[in-house]
């Protein structure tokens, strides 16, 4: 059986940017989170489809988008966990190690 689909995280930063609320008519601590969605292939071999930082009010969920280079500098790393963000590149390697194996088998038969 195969397994492969899809799923959605929401991270949440410890950072806060004091801003007025627009919604709420009053200044908040709006919080910095992450939300993504991801793609995977036996849960392990994963690809980001979509990934979007946001301001957010914490009393009403209003906010807005942030531009990610600006919010990944702020954090100082991509939060996204490694196998839901290069995952792909490690089920490529296996594929080509497994490959090169058969081959080299079949040639010293």
């Known amino acids: 059986m195969i397994l492969w689909g899809w799923g959605e995280r ?5 950072l806060a940017e004091h ?29 980001v489809i ?11 969920s209003h906010g807005w988008i942030v ?3 600006a919010a990944e500098a702020q ?8 196998h839901q963000r290069s995952g792909w590149i490690v089920m490529l390697v296996l594929a080509a190690i497994i490959g090169l194996a058969a081959v080299t088998y079949q ?3």
């Open 10 to 14: 929401v991270l949440t930063f410890d």
């Open 19 to 47: 801003e007025h609320c627009q919604r709420c008519e009053q200044e908040q601590d709006f919080t910095l989170r992450l939300k993504y969605t991801y793609g995977h292939f036996y849960h392990l071999f994963g690809w």
């Open 50 to 60: 979509s990934k979007q930082y946001q301001l957010i009010c914490p009393v009403c």
């Open 67 to 69: 531009n990610a280079s």
């Open 75 to 82: 954090i100082g790393y991509n939060p996204v966990p490694f």
């Open 107 to 109: 040639h010293a038969a």
